[in-house]
């Protein structure tokens, strides 16, 4: 990609020009438009630059879901709650200056499995997302800029896919096998929702994503918490048959959550949990997957999640021995 710029003409055209000019003052006003020319130069460039950044980093940003009005948690508030850091140089990281780009969910701790979002790892969101050695799973991640003192920093032995769409953005999860870690205790673990969990039902969702859509690359380096609500999936179709500029597929395969107050989640929240608290006996339950949504905290449009429910067969298969294969 190329842009024409104005300086070096600009400063050929001042040389030519002082030769003619009848004045000093003809001279200063010719150098003060050169010098407005050349802020305008260089704000041209900074938009380049920053539409290039956002189409490297979301081939369609719709695609990467991202938590907003959220407070910060405390520290091993959900210790299954992971960050996922991608190794190689990216134009969201590049702005961030953090490696964390998804959030995922510790479902397992022998062998230990993480669950996220499909277009994560996909290829045909960004080529290197794919390659398992491209990727660090932090667990105990607190503070993006600090080295926690449990921090456990692990590798992707194993990555799952379940036929997931980039053009529909349906099917968007993953589930990642990684090497034992002996320190993982019982209580590390996320439970899946086994279907308790009903419309209206508060829940919560958490990560290091953006607190807001735009300016673009402005992650948080501690993890925030919101609260949403669960909103019936034909509710949540007609909200969003009002989103003109794209299609957003809702199913039996998907879930939808959101607030009055804007909580959403945002750029860098993809793949992270949707919790939910049973009444039984308190503990929480995975219920779904930081998907896809229009932007960030318009409350007119909640997000759109993966509902852990539908794949729960496909995920006791794949975590199933032997499991030396890549499904695509």
């Not at 086994?194 to 402005?218: H, K």
Request: charged share 25%.
């Amino acid at each position: 990609m190329a842009y024409y710029s104005y300086i070096g003409l600009l400063a050929v055209l001042v040389f030519i020009c002082e030769g003619y000019m009848n004045s000093v003052d003809d001279i200063r006003r010719l150098e003060k438009r050169l010098k407005k020319m050349a802020a305008e130069d260089e704000r041209r460039r900074d938009a380049i630059w920053t539409r290039w950044a956002e189409s490297v980093a979301n081939r369609g940003k719709k695609a990467e879901k991202r938590v907003v009005y959220g407070t910060p948690m405390e520290h091993n508030q959900w210790p299954w709650l992971v960050s996922l850091h991608f190794l190689r140089p990216f134009a969201f990281t590049e702005k961030t200056g953090m490696k964390h780009v998804c959030g995922g969910t510790i479902i397992s701790s022998d062998p230990v499995w993480v669950i996220t979002a499909g277009h994560c790892f996909s290829e045909d969101v960004y080529e290197e997302f794919s390659n398992p050695d491209n990727w660090e799973v932090v667990i105990n991640e607190y503070n993006q800029y600090q080295q926690e003192p449990n921090q456990i920093k692990a590798h992707i032995d194993e990555i799952h896919l379940r036929n997931f769409s980039a053009i529909t953005l349906l099917n968007d999860i993953a589930l990642l096998k990684l090497r034992p870690i002996p320190q993982l205790q019982l209580e590390d673990v996320a439970d899946l929702d086994e279907g308790e969990f009903n419309t209206g039902q508060r829940c919560s969702i958490a990560g290091w994503g953006q607190v807001s859509y735009r300016p673009y690359g402005l992650g948080n380096f501690i993890p925030l918490i919101a609260s949403v609500s669960l909103i019936d999936n034909d509710r949540c179709s007609e909200l969003y048959s009002a989103a003109k500029t794209f299609t957003f597929y809702i199913d039996q395969s998907t879930i939808c959550a959101g607030s009055q107050e804007g909580h959403d989640a945002c750029l860098g929240d993809s793949g992270g949990p949707l919790m939910c608290q049973s009444s039984e006996d308190d503990r929480w339950k995975l219920v779904g997957i930081v998907s896809v949504g229009n932007e960030c905290g318009m409350k007119d449009f909640p997000g759109i999640y993966t509902r852990v429910t539908y794949y729960r067969d496909w995920i006791s298969r794949v975590m199933q021995p032997p499991n030396g294969h890549v499904e695509v």
